[in-house]
């Protein structure tokens, strides 16, 4: 079977997961606090082709019988490498509900292992234990009064309690302390992440960390700073009309593996029905 198969195969796999990627990412262009994902695609190492067997006469360049000659090199196809959310600052936009709160940030420290700027969530209290984070601040009040988010989660304050309130005409000052009867009632907990690429993506734009430890207090981190409005949510991230560009890409580049592919079938179609003959 033609080598060129598993090469053309594994081009349409690869497209095939890309686009899968936009495609969600264009889904969720309109889910506060979403972040897009990024793909790269990247090919196998080449391997060298070597004609095995062969006893060539003794040369300046062939010193024995019998030794392997190297004929070159053949690409082996690409796969998708790794998939990493894009954890840019999404737009503001006015919602007009007192419980809901965009999370904006300030001064971000770069991480020098990864070359990236960290970020900061909203802290959520995970069922399953340990705290989980999202950058989606479309909260509400359940029936006992605590402050959750649209899954039911509890939001936590900055130290690491459930916020009870006894109603939602509350203020939010721009450090997150939640004031009620001009009374501090708590204040919204946020957590700082110097390397997001560390965190475990999960469903309804929640992170958690892999080792499921907790991420440090964002007051705690020097260099760090953000604020927070009230009535206010942070879009998604997503780029309608580049991801749409990058689909169409993809696309054609999955056809044209297509071709490719059909290509060799109509080779060995014809190695089979008609040189299999003499």
């Known amino acids: 079977m033609f080598k060129g198969f598993y090469t053309v195969a594994t081009g349409m796999v690869s497209q095939q997961r890309k686009t899968e990627i936009i495609t969600n990412n264009m889904a969720n262009a309109n889910t506060p606090g979403f972040k897009s994902d990024q793909s790269t695609i990247r090919s196998f190492p080449d391997m060298l082709m070597s004609a095995v067997g062969r006893t060539n006469l003794p040369t300046e360049n062939n010193l024995s019988f019998g030794q392997i000659q190297q004929i070159g090199s053949v690409n082996t196809g690409v796969y998708l490498q790794e998939t990493l959310a894009n954890y840019a600052q999404g737009s503001i936009y006015e919602t007009s509900q007192n419980t809901d709160v965009a999370l904006i940030n300030g001064a971000m420290p770069m991480d020098e292992e990864s070359g990236q700027a960290g970020t900061i969530f909203f802290r959520l209290e995970h069922p399953e234990g340990g705290e989980a984070y999202t950058r989606n601040g479309n909260f509400t009040l359940d029936g006992e009064g605590y402050l959750i988010n649209a899954q039911g989660l509890y939001v936590l304050s900055s130290e690491g309690e459930r916020i009870q309130l006894p109603n939602d005409q509350f203020n939010l000052t721009d450090e997150g302390n939640i004031l009620v ?93 008609e040189i299999g003959r003499v």
């Open 181 to 273: 009867n001009d009374q501090l009632a708590a204040s919204l907990g946020v957590s700082f992440s110097a390397n997001p690429n560390t965190l475990l993506k999960q469903d309804n734009g929640l992170y958690r960390s892999i080792d499921g430890t907790n991420l440090p207090s964002a007051l705690d981190q020097e260099g760090v700073s953000f604020s927070m409005q009230q009535s206010y949510l942070e879009g998604s991230n997503v780029d309608s009309a580049q991801s749409m560009t990058d689909l169409l890409t993809a696309y054609r580049a999955f056809e044209a593996n297509q071709k490719v592919l059909q290509a060799y079938d109509k080779s060995m179609e014809k190695a089979v029905n």
